[in-house]
Structure formats: C-alpha cells, structure tokens
C-alpha cells in the first residue's frame, strides 16, 4: 500500500509538469483531488488493509493529499498570473504621454518683444534699484516738495528719504549722471503704487522708460520712434492718437492712446466708453531735469517716455483682469 501511494506521488510530479492552462488543471484536480479521484479511491482501500497498519497507511495517505492540494494550489496561482500580464499587454501602437514644458510668462514675452524692437533702432539697455531715494524718484525729476505724488497715499515709503520707485524714470536721472550725450536707452523694471487692488491696476507693475538725448533730438523723432514701436508690437493697421499731457519732467508732454482691443472703439467697460486705452506717457525731456545732471540745456534736447508693460500686455492678448498676470495660475499661464 505504502509503495503504491509512492508511485502516485511521481505520478502527481509528472503530470503537474505537464499542466499548460487551466483545462489541463481541472482535469488534474479531478484526477486527483475530487471526490471520485485517485486519493479519495485510496481511503476507502484503508478498511481493506489489517488493522494495526492502518495508521500508518493513514498517515501517509493525508500527506499525499496535503502534497497534492499544494502543488495544484502553487500551480494555479502561476497560471494565473500568467493570463494577468497577458490581459494587461501594452499597446504599443498608443501615442506616447506629452511630457508638459513651461512656457514664458506674458510678461515676460512682452518685455522680450519691447527690448528686440528698441534694440533694432538702436536703443541700449539700462536698470536702477527698486529701492529708491527720494532724490532720483521726485526731486531731480523736477517735482516740486508739494507734488501730490509724492504723497504716503501714492508712494510706499521706507524712510523719510527712501521709497519703492513709482516709476522707472529715476533711472533716466541716474543713466545721465553717468553718460555724457548722446544717450539712447531703454529702461525695463518693476515699479511699485500703493493703489487699491482690483482688474485694473494692482500694487506693483512693469515699466519700460525711454530715454534720448542729443543735440537736434525733436518732438517729431519721439513720435515716430513710438508710432515705429506700436505698429511693429501691434500691427500696421494700429489706430493711434497723441493727447498733451502734464508730467513735472517733460515739457511738452503727451500720452499715447491706441483703440480698445475689447470694442473695437466703440466703447465699453475697459476703456470707460471711450473707445481709447493710454498705453504710455511721454515728453521732451524738461531743462530744468539737465540741471540736476550738469547737462548744457543750450547745447541738447531729448525726448523720454514710460509705458506700462502690464497695460501692453492686456491689450496684446485681451487679458482683462490685471491681477491674473499675478495669481500665477497654470490654468492662465499654459495659455501662453
Ligand atoms: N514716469 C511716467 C509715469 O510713470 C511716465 C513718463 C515717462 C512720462 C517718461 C514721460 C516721460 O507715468
């Protein structure tokens, strides 16, 4: 008995090699395993074999069983696994996931474009420190002690003396100390309002200054330099228009307005019914300003101007809440 109960263990081991797939695992579980199966026949051989074997003979015939149900349960999980990796192939002929690259901030863009157009007519690039003295934003600029801008409810001051600049003209002070004529620069930078928030102006925005000077520079130079500039950044077909304006440093002074991106000109929200949106402001440099910087007001005249970058920047994309150049949304961003 206990030989041939040996035998049916090397069958088990032959016949569990040979199971390909789940058909050939069933019939090996019938063979063996079911209630009319092979190991089953072999308990009910035990009543015919003498009493004081039997023991023995039982013993050996669980063991086969927890042998059997072992190398059937350990086959089964292989088959399994096997028609998992085959269910879950790749495709491969699925395109493959595009990797997200950032892109440049609007502003960013718009800054780049305004540097390539003023480089192209010869315009070199200058800066200045945001922190700022009362010096070089107000006073050399010609603002007189009582100027209203000069008022804590326009400027965020850090000392009597210093502040955050409010514009980038400072830096045209600060370029003319240290250049003698001719000085052709454009002056890119943040500046900083103390304005209450909202779509249209926010607490800090972008500049660009602009800054002649030389001996015969006219008005007419300023405004077809700017005119140049405008149809290059928005388009030939760009309606314009020049309106006199005041600013304590140029004399004359003017602002230049282009028609509203949103109505078209024909006036809405944006440009308060106007059909026109500013898009910078600008003069001829004012001779009192050359005193401050030992320039001969005989000899030169120059022309300067600052427009807002953020302004520029709505205008070009039809962006019509300011703060969304700030909020940093990726919603926002990735449309650039
Ligand atoms: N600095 C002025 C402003 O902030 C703009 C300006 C610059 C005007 C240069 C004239 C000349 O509004």
Not at 97 to 112: D, E, N
Not at 171 to 197: C, F, S
Not at 313 to 326: C, E, Q, V
Request: net charge neutral.
């Amino acid at each position: 008995m206990l030989e041939k109960i040996n035998e049916i263990k090397h069958q088990i081991e032959q016949d569990i090699v040979n199971i390909k797939n789940s058909n050939d695992l069933e019939n090996f579980r019938v063979k063996y395993l079911s209630r009319k199966g092979i190991i089953s026949e072999l308990y009910d051989l035990i009543k015919s074999i003498p009493q004081d074997d039997r023991p023995s003979v039982g013993k050996a015939i669980n063991e086969l069983k927890i042998y059997c149900q072992q190398v059937f349960d350990n086959k089964k999980q292989e088959i399994e696994n096997l028609s998992n990796i085959i269910t879950e192939q790749i495709d491969l002929t699925l395109p493959g996931r595009r990797r997200w690259v950032g892109s440049l901030h609007p502003l960013t863009k718009t800054l780049k474009e305004i540097k390539f157009i003023f480089q192209k007519m010869g315009f070199d690039i200058a800066d200045g420190p945001e922190i700022e003295e009362d010096y070089y934003n107000f006073e050399a600029l010609n603002f007189p002690p009582e100027h209203p801008a000069r008022d804590m409810q326009d400027t965020f001051f850090i000392s009597d003396k210093i502040l955050l600049r409010t514009h980038t003209s400072p830096v045209q002070i600060r370029v003319m100390e240290r250049t003698t004529p001719p000085v052709r620069v454009i002056i890119p930078g943040r500046v900083y309002r103390n304005e209450a928030i909202s779509a249209r102006s926010y607490c800090l925005f972008h500049q660009v200054e602009g800054l002649y000077v030389d001996e015969g520079v006219t008005f007419s130079e300023l405004k077809g330099t700017l005119v140049a500039f405008a149809k290059q950044f928005f388009g030939s077909n760009l309606k314009y228009r020049f309106r006199p304006s005041f600013f304590p440093f140029t004399e004359p002074s003017a602002e230049m307005d282009i028609t509203c991106f949103l109505c078209n000109g024909k006036g809405c929200r944006v440009c308060k019914q106007t059909g026109w949106l500013e898009i910078l402001g600008c003069g001829m440099v004012d001779p009192n300003v050359y005193k401050y910087v030992n320039y001969d007001a005989e000899k030169y005249t120059g022309y300067a101007f600052g427009m807002g970058i953020e302004r520029i920047t709505m205008l070009r994309y039809g962006i019509d809440d300011i703060r969304l150049l700030f909020d940093n949304d990726i919603r926002f961003l990735k449309q650039f």
